[in-house]
C-alpha cells in the first residue's frame, strides 16, 4: 500500500464538519455548479476532488507537487498529475474549465499574481482559498510576542515553512482589484470554521476570519 | 572472447516453427480478402496473429484489456512460455485479482506483427516461397501494428476496448490506439514511454542492428535458408540493450565489483565480474527464444515512432478532444523513456483536453521498473482502473463474483 500522504502540506489542523470534512472545502464545492469540469491546483491527496465528484458530479483534475499525493489520489481512480502551479499552468490552453480551484495553496507558490491570472485565463471561474495572515493571532504573535506566528492553521516554523507569500484578506481584495478581477463571492471563516456575518465590514473579516474564500470570474 | 561462452541456441528451428505454428496460443487468420496495408505502401496478405486470452468477455462486450508487449515481449503476458517455460513476463500485472484482474476483465495480448511468436514476421514462411521471408519482410511501423490488432478485434467482434496498457514500445501502441481509434479505447495506460522515439534511443538500438549484421552468421538475413543463425550478433545487441533497460543504482545494488565464483581476477577476459556473467546469461537466454531479424524490424518500428509527425508536428492534435481517460506512468530512474518524455505526453493530452493522471514512480529499477514488483505502480494501476470501470458501468470485483 501507498504510505499515507500528508492531507495538505501547506496547512493543517482545518476545522472539520461532523461527518469529517473540511469546512473549507466545504464552501469551495458549494460554490462549483453541478457537473462543472473542475482544475483542482495543488489537490494534495485529492480529498476535495473526491469530495467534488461525489458530492457535485463534477468532472474533476488535479495538479499536485508532491508525488505521494499524485500517487495516491491516482491510486483513487481520480485524475491527478504531478506538476507545480508556478509553471505548468502555463501549459493549459484557455477556457479548458468551469473552475479552477486553488484551495490553501496561494500562499505557497512563487508568482501568486502569475498563477491567479492562469487560472482566470484557464477557467471561466477560479475559487482562492488561503489562511488570512491579517488575523488577529498572527498580528497578536508578531506584535507582543515578536516572532514569528505559528497557528493551528500555519503550523511551521519560518525556517522551514512551503509557505512564501502569505497575504491578508485586505491583500487579496487589493491584488483582485490590479488585475481586474471579478469578486463574485467572498466567505470568511473564524477559528472554529463558522462564516463571519456577510454584512459585517472588510476589517472586520480581515481581523477575524482565519481563513477566505473567493470565488472570481473575468470582468466582462 | 565473448563469442566463446555464448551458447548457441537449443534448436536452430525452433524460431521458424514457432513462427508459424505457435504454441499455447489462438491464431486469428487474415487472407487475400483482409490484407493489412502497410505504411511502407505495400499490402501484407495472407498474414496471421497469434494471440492469447485470459478471463471472459462479458455480454456487452465491454470489458476488453489489450494488452501491448514491448519489444522482446511476446503474446504470453501471464501464463507458461511455451519456449522457455518460464512465467509470463507481466504476470505481476495480470492475472485473477491482479490490478489488470482477469476476473473483471477480458485481457487479450497479441503477438505484435514483425515478431517470432506466431504473428506474421520476417522467420515466418513467406507464401510467395515457401520459405522465411528473410528481409524480403516489408518494414512495419508501429501504426501497422495497431492497425493489425484493430483487425484482430474485429474479428473478435470487440468494437471497443475497456482499456489498452503497455510499457516501453507497448506504450508506444497505446498511445497510437488512443490517436488512430480514440473511439474504441476508453481508457488507456501509456507506461514507460514516449511519443516519438529519441536520438539516443535510435543510437542504441542502431548499435544492437549492426552487431546482428556483423555476425557472419547473420547472411544478409538469409540464416534461415543457410542454416545458421546469428545467436553472437544477437546476443551481443541483447547484452547492450538489456543495460539501458536497468539503472547504474540497480545494476550497483545487484552486482557491484562482486567477482563471478572467485576471489581474485584471472588476468584474462574471462567474465570476472558478476555483471559480465549476468549479461552474458541474459544474451544468451535470449537469443533462445528471440529472432535476430525480428528484432532489426522491431527496433526500426520503434525507431520511426513519432506520433507529432503525423499531426501537423504537434501531438496534442493527435488527442485534441479525445474522449479516452489517460493514466501516464514513468519511473524515476528510467533514461530510455525519462519522465521528462511522459511529461510531454501529459501536456500533449492536456493541451488537446483529456482526462489525464500522470504519476512518476520512485524507483531505482530504471526502464524495467515496469515488469518488476512495483507496488505503487499495481496501486496505481488498479486504482485508475476501477475509476474507469466505474465510469464504464462495470461491475465492481465483488459485484462480479
Known amino acids: 500500500m501507498l504510505k499515507r500522504a500528508i492531507p495538505d502540506l501547506t496547512v493543517a489542523n482545518i476545522a472539520r464538519t461532523p461527518s469529517g470534512t473540511r469546512v473549507d472545502l466545504v464552501l469551495v464545492a458549494d460554490m462549483v455548479a453541478r457537473g462543472a469540469k473542475v482544475l483542482d491546483v495543488g489537490c494534495g491527496d485529492g480529498e476535495l476532488l473526491q469530495l467534488l465528484s461525489e458530492s457535485r458530479g463534477v468532472d474533476g483534475r488535479g495538479i499536485e507537487l508532491s508525488r505521494e499525493g499524485v500517487n495516491e489520489g491516482v491510486a483513487k481512480g481520480l485524475a491527478v498529475i504531478q506538476g507545480d502551479a508556478d509553471t505548468d499552468l502555463a501549459d493549459y490552453p484557455d477556457d479548458a474549465f468551469d473552475y479552477v480551484i486553488l484551495s490553501q495553496t496561494l500562499q505557497a507558490t512563487r508568482h501568486p499574481r502569475v498563477v491567479l491570472e492562469h487560472m482566470l485565463r484557464i477557467g471561466r471561474h477560479a475559487i482562492v482559498s488561503f489562511p488570512n495572515f491579517g488575523h488577529w493571532r498572527v498580528r497578536f504573535q508578531l506584535l507582543f510576542e515578536g516572532h514569528m506566528p505559528r497557528t493551528d492553521i500555519l503550523p511551521h516554523s519560518w525556517y522551514d515553512t512551503p509557505n512564501i507569500h502569505h497575504c491578508t484578506i485586505k491583500d487579496f481584495v487589493q491584488l483582485c482589484a490590479e488585475i481586474g478581477v471579478k469578486m463574485e463571492k467572498a466567505v470568511a471563516l473564524n477559528a472554529w470554521g463558522k462564516p463571519l456575518r456577510l454584512n459585517a465590514p472588510w476589517w472586520f473579516w480581515n481581523l477575524f476570519g482565519e481563513q477566505a474564500v473567493f470565488l472570481l470570474s473575468r470582468k466582462g | ?401
Not at chain 2, 52 to 70: D, M
Not at chain 2, 84 to 107: A, L, N, Q, S
Not at chain 2, 237 to 243: D, L, N, Q, S, T
Not at chain 2, 264 to 276: C, G, I, K
Request: a negative charge; glycine letters at 8%.
Open chain 2, 1 to 401: 572472447m565473448v563469442e566463446a561462452n555464448l551458447s548457441s541456441p537449443r534448436g536452430k528451428t525452433g524460431a521458424p516453427r514457432e513462427a508459424d505454428n505457435p504454441r499455447e496460443s489462438l491464431v486469428a487468420r487474415f487472407g487475400a480478402d483482409a490484407p493489412l496495408a502497410l505504411d511502407a505502401g505495400v499490402a501484407l496478405s495472407p498474414f496471421q496473429i497469434a494471440y492469447k486470452t485470459y478471463g471472459t468477455l462479458n455480454a456487452e462486450r465491454s470489458n476488453a484489456v489489450l494488452v501491448c508487449h514491448a519489444l522482446t515481449g511476446d503474446q504470453h503476458v501471464a501464463s507458461v512460455h511455451p519456449v522457455t517455460d518460464k512465467p509470463g513476463w507481466w504476470e505481476t500485472m495480470v492475472g485473477p485479482g491482479k490490478p489488470i484482474d482477469t476476473e473483471r476483465y477480458f485481457v487479450i495480448c497479441p503477438n505484435v506483427v514483425g515478431a517470432c511468436m506466431g504473428t506474421t514476421g520476417p522467420s515466418s514462411t513467406s507464401p510467395k516461397t515457401g520459405k522465411p521471408w528473410g528481409l524480403e519482410f516489408p518494414v512495419i511501423t508501429i501504426r501497422d501494428i495497431v492497425r493489425a490488432q484493430a483487425m484482430l478485434l474485429d474479428h473478435l467482434g470487440i468494437e471497443s476496448l475497456f482499456s489498452v496498457a503497455g510499457g516501453s514500445m507497448g506504450g508506444m501502441q497505446v498511445l497510437q490506439w488512443a490517436a488512430s481509434y480514440p473511439h474504441r479505447v476508453f481508457s488507456a495506460l501509456p507506461i514507460a514511454c514516449a511519443t516519438r522515439h529519441s536520438a539516443q534511443n535510435i543510437a542504441f538500438h542502431e548499435v544492437g542492428r549492426q552487431a546482428i549484421m556483423a555476425d557472419p552468421d547473420w547472411r544478409g538475413g538469409r540464416y534461415h535458408l543457410e542454416g545458421t543463425n546469428p545467436h553472437r550478433g544477437l546476443a551481443v545487441a541483447r547484452m547492450g540493450a538489456h543495460i539501458t533497460y536497468l539503472s547504474d543504482a540497480a545494476l550497483h545494488r545487484k552486482f557491484g565489483r562482486k567477482f563471478q565464483d572467485r576471489e581474485n581476477p584471472t588476468f584474462s577476459f574471462d567474465a570476472d565480474f558478476e555483471v559480465e556473467s549476468y549479461l552474458r546469461h541474459q544474451g544468451s537466454s535470449f537469443v533462445e527464444r528471440f529472432d535476430a531479424n525480428s528484432y532489426l524490424y522491431l527496433t526500426r518500428a520503434m525507431d520511426y515512432f513519432d506520433l507529432a509527425a503525423d499531426y501537423d508536428g504537434l501531438v496534442a492534435n493527435a488527442f485534441k478532444g479525445t474522449p479516452t481517460r489517460f493514466c501516464v506512468i514513468s519511473f524515476t530512474s528510467d533514461w530510455l523513456f525519462p519522465t521528462a518524455e511522459s511529461r510531454a505526453i501529459v501536456h500533449a493530452l492536456n493541451a488537446g483536453g483529456a482526462r489525464v493522471s500522470f504519476a512518476e514512480i520512485d524507483t531505482d529499477k530504471g526502464h524495467d521498473a515496469f515488469l518488476l514488483e512495483e507496488p505503487e505502480l499495481f496501486d496505481i494501476v488498479r486504482g485508475f482502473l476501477d475509476g474507469a470501470g466505474k465510469a464504464r458501468g462495470l461491475m465492481a470485483r465483488a459485484e462480479a463474483k
